[in-house]
């Protein structure tokens, strides 16, 4: 049973676009949703995060928006860069546990 | 400060072998826990380590397995390899006083591939 739901599964931007990844959850132990980007042959590197009291949290390019009563968050990334291009996780850590699960993953590629 | 470290970085194995993977957290960690990236797919949870002992674990067989030692580093053993154990198996580190933020650091990876 998949806990967390990311979409798109994959995304093309244009350099200086907007990119938007959404993820939805269920359960309510959930307690901090982090955002990862992974290169390839990379392990994933932390790239923002937010705490569910938090409604949205900017830091520089990126910006969380966090819907408690709907369950969803989303990762949005202004003036997308081909730098960018990568793989973007969502995740959720579990209050119970200590313990993370991921999304499936969103496959972006911003071209020049 | 060196970050997570994993060893090997690759290697291929028989199915019905027996592998083990390595990793050195983070400087100040003390906790590590293990991750299964299949192709195309977010990690998943195996286990957490902390104190030398197993804290948390996740839906895997008992064919997982692993051990942390009193330097914090960690192995993760697998026997009995199957065909899809082929995966990308990450290692991350935190630190447990830090308490929940859930804050992870991760190594590169070990890729296995497992013919």
């Known amino acids: 049973q998949q806990q967390v739901k990311q979409s798109p599964q994959s995304l093309i931007v244009q350099k200086g676009g907007i990119s938007i990844i959404n993820c939805a959850y269920e359960?309510?132990?959930?307690?901090?949703f982090p955002w990862y980007q992974q290169f390839p042959g990379k392990g994933p590197a932390l790239l923002i995060a937010?705490?569910?009291?938090?409604s949205e949290k900017k830091e520089g390019r990126f910006t969380i928006s966090f819907n408690k009563s709907a369950k969803q968050f989303s990762l949005h990334i202004m003036d997308s860069q081909p730098g960018d291009s990568a793989t973007y996780f969502c995740?959720?850590?579990?209050?119970?546990?200590?313990?993370?699960?991921f999304g499936k993953g969103t496959m972006l590629l911003v071209s020049p | 400060d060196a970050g997570v470290t994993q060893s090997p970085t690759h290697l291929i194995k028989t199915r019905g072998q027996q592998v083990t993977l390595r990793c050195s957290p983070k400087?100040?960690?003390?906790?590590v826990s293990w991750y299964q990236q299949a192709l195309g797919q977010g990690p998943q949870f195996i286990f957490q380590?902390?104190?030398?002992?197993?804290?948390q674990r996740g839906n895997f067989p008992d064919r997982f397995s692993g051990h942390q030692f009193p330097n914090y580093s960690s192995e993760l053993n697998v026997n009995a390899l199957l065909l899809g154990d082929s995966a990308l198996y990450l290692c991350?580190?935190?630190?447990?006083?830090?308490?929940?933020?859930?804050?992870?650091?991760f190594g590169e990876g070990s890729r296995l591939t497992v013919l």
């Open positions: 991350a580190s935190s630190n447990r006083d830090r308490g929940l933020s859930g804050e992870l650091f």
């Open positions: 359960n309510t132990a959930f307690d901090y």
């Open positions: 937010i705490r569910p009291d938090v």
């Open positions: 995740a959720a850590h579990d209050s119970g546990y200590s313990t993370l699960t």
């Open positions: 400087s100040g960690h003390d906790t």
């Open positions: 380590y902390y104190e030398e002992e197993e804290r």
